[in-house]
């Protein structure tokens, strides 16, 4: 194995040395015949690459660009290995570069803050932040990860978690269908760096890669244009992708076999990723939770802070609309209201602004993930933003500044997973009355394509789709762009499009409060990454006035003549609160503070998930809850308040997880208990009148089963 031939860009720029970019890999390949028929050129070869690889790694602290000195660390760590037994009469030798290659690349890199290289626009979970610049240094990367086992016989992946990480995130975060989600730079392209990783991930994870090759990228080749990550960015061979295919990849080392768990929710990652199964029709979240800077306002102005994608049944049913770059000059739209979230004003009537991030040190709008729970029967993220700024412009004009609140907000979004349909709860609280937008961003990968021109857009394309509001078709298309027009007052949107399999597919959202609900023509960029895909879609509204919000926002999506139901929002004091009925069963989901009575429930919890059928408890979450009854029935009830409670009703048993902080009694009503667990150990109960009564000390998140006899 040779240079890792994307350090070209450095060797170019910074070096001059264009000409030698590739000299390692070709040294490589033909070094024994070279020493046999010209050993003088073969030694003046070795002079010239350990010079430049010198040269190099002693101007390393210039390199500010964080993808360039991933690049350089692949070179030099290649160079290391080619050149092994080089004596070097310069400042630094193989061992050097190796070091840059292994500790610097992924345990602390001296020039950027003592902070890995693959963490210089990264997060600790391994997530390049500008997302789609990862393809600067991937294949690079993956060449030199191939070039260290075959040198050394094991995988420097197994070495480094962070490495780890970083290579297996096109798993968790790719949509069902294969195509990579809207992070910052990235869009809807296929990533095809999975072939050549074979060779150097551990198990499991090359199974899953392999997994992906076979049913999204092309087991013989990649089948989509454009597939991205193949070959180095920048490179001087024709079809260079068939080269390091044919050198790396091989389609028999492993059998392919999807992961073993879906859903992925990591605070380090920066990201909750609900995932109901890897079908290409299965349920998908991708919730956006930012919290660790980085000195690049690539992605510090790009403020998609708690924002969501959504995809089911086949299609991207919300999208994030990404960069659109072929419009007009610049990256738009990045702020906030091209994204699936919350736009605010600071004084009632004042213009609309999202949360803005940071700078390179520190968030402005810190988000704390407090709460997840991912159960075979309800999954749930909890994510808390102090909100505090801004921005100054809905349109973004000047994404660098912000504006102070006269008062800070406290917004907390909250997704719920039942298995069957998502629920996204916010909850803001504040001291003074101000306009409140709810955004969300209808569209499908099924697209009339744009035409044109870089800066000359003559045809301005579309998601297609039907859109009405409270049953009111509203012709989305013929809107002028950009201009935000009144399309009723209710809860209810249907949207209706064709999914990748030419099925029809309805997306139902039901959201309460009732509210006034606007529709703006925007642009995005999907199902692809050129002009073709920046296409127009419509942006709803849910618009409401106050100093606190509690809205409820269900998500449900069906084929035509799937089961369809009926919702409903419930008056309640102190709140909000929504009936979904449905084949005899019935969910309640309820959000406010203080008591909330409604629909036979009385409770103190924040938040409530409730489902019954033909009258009895099925499922069961609630948030900074003491007490559940229904219908005079104490359901659970708590000494003390505990964060959070979630719990299936089932034939044999009830079980159900449990948060909290001291020594707890737990009352619930369960007739006929024989047995009663706490994370898998037999406890003793006592019962009364078809209740038990538990005492526990509850230091963290707790199991129980209580075992019917």
């Excluded at 004042?350 to 309800?378: E, W």
Aim: some cysteine; aromatic content about 12%.
């Amino acid at each position: 194995m040779g240079w890792a031939s994307g350090t070209q860009r450095s060797l170019n720029v910074k070096a001059n040395t264009g000409p030698r970019r590739f000299y390692t890999t070709q040294y490589d390949w033909i070094t024994n015949y070279m020493r046999v028929k010209d050993s003088e050129l073969e030694r003046s070869i070795r002079d010239k690459m350990a010079e430049t690889a010198d040269y190099l790694m002693c101007n390393l602290g210039g390199w500010g660009n964080a993808h360039d000195r991933v690049n350089v660390a692949c070179g030099l760590g290649v160079a290391a290995l080619t050149l092994a037994d080089y004596k070097s009469p310069y400042k630094t030798g193989p061992l050097n570069w190796l070091r840059v290659a292994t500790v610097y690349l992924c345990e602390e890199d001296p020039d950027i803050g003592h902070i890995p290289m693959l963490q210089g626009y990264g997060n600790p979970g391994g997530v390049w932040a500008p997302y789609s610049y990862h393809y600067y240094f991937t294949p690079e990367l993956c060449i030199w990860l191939n070039a260290y086992n075959h040198y050394f016989n094991r995988s420097l992946v197994e070495e480094y978690p962070l490495l780890r990480k970083f290579l297996n995130v096109e798993v968790w975060m790719s949509l069902p269908n294969g195509m990579g989600a809207s992070l910052c730079t990235s869009g809807n392209i296929y990533w095809g760096h999975s072939y050549l990783l074979l060779k150097v991930l551990p198990e499991p994870d090359r199974r899953w890669h392999m997994w992906r090759i076979v049913n999204y990228l092309g087991v013989d080749g990649p089948i989509h244009e454009p597939t991205w990550g193949i070959a180095p960015r920048l490179t001087e061979i024709p079809n260079a992708w068939t080269l390091w295919l044919f050198i790396l990849y091989d389609k028999h080392l492993v059998e392919p076999e999807p992961p073993d768990w879906t859903t992925f929710i990591s605070f380090e990652a920066e990201a909750a990723v609900f995932r109901g199964g890897w079908t290409n029709s299965s349920d998908y979240l991708y919730l956006k939770v930012p919290n660790h800077p980085v000195p690049t306002w690539r992605v510090m102005t790009h403020h998609d802070s708690l924002s969501f994608e959504y995809y089911s049944k086949g299609d991207l049913l919300l999208c994030d609309s990404g960069e659109v770059k072929h419009w007009v000059p610049g990256y738009g739209p990045t702020y906030a209201k091209g994204h699936n979230t919350i736009m605010i004003s600071n004084k009632v009537g004042g213009h609309m602004g999202g949360p803005v991030k940071g700078d390179f040190a520190h968030y402005y709008n810190p988000i704390t993930l407090r709460n997840s729970l991912v159960r075979p029967y309800f999954e749930f993220v909890e994510a808390v933003m102090d909100w505090r700024y801004i921005e100054s412009s809905p349109e973004g004009e000047n994404y660098h500044v912000r504006e102070l609140l006269d008062n800070p907000v406290q917004w907390r979004r909250v997704v719920l997973y039942p298995k069957d349909y998502f629920v996204i709860v916010d909850i803001l609280n504040g001291s003074q009355v101000r306009d409140i937008d709810t955004l969300f961003h209808l569209s499908s990968l099924n697209i009339v394509e744009s035409r044109g021109s870089i800066y000359n857009v003559t045809y301005k394309g579309h998601v297609i789709g039907e859109l009405s509001v409270e049953d009111v078709p509203v012709n989305w298309t013929l809107q002028p762009y950009g201009e935000e027009v009144q399309a009723g007052a209710g809860n209810t949107v249907t949207w209706i499009t064709q999914n990748i399999s030419g099925m029809p597919v309805e997306l139902r959202i039901f959201s309460a409060p009732a509210s006034n609900i606007t529709v703006e023509r925007f642009w995005c960029r999907i199902a692809g990454y050129s002009l073709a895909n920046e296409v127009t879609h419509p942006i709803l509204r849910f618009k409401f006035r106050g100093s606190a919000m509690n809205r409820i926002t269900v998500l449900y999506s069906r084929f035509p003549g799937g089961e369809s139901g009926f919702m409903v929002e419930l008056p309640v004091e102190n709140g909000t609160a929504v009936k979904f009925v449905r084949d005899g069963g019935e969910d309640l989901i309820c959000a406010g503070n203080g008591t909330l009575q409604v629909d036979g429930l009385r409770t103190d919890s924040n938040i409530i998930f409730y489902r019954s059928l033909m009258g009895e408890p099925k499922l069961l979450t609630a948030f900074r809850t003491s007490r559940i009854i229904k219908d005079g029935v104490e359901v659970f009830v708590f000494s003390k308040r505990v964060e959070f409670l979630s719990a299936t009703f089932e034939a044999d048993a009830i079980r159900f997880t449990v948060k909290g902080k001291s020594e707890t009694a737990i009352k619930l009503y369960a007739p006929n208990v024989r047995e009663v667990r706490m994370d898998g150990k037999p406890i003793t109960f006592e019962t009364v009148d078809g209740y038990i009564l538990l005492r526990v000390n509850l230091s963290s998140i707790h199991d129980f089963e209580v075992i019917k006899g």
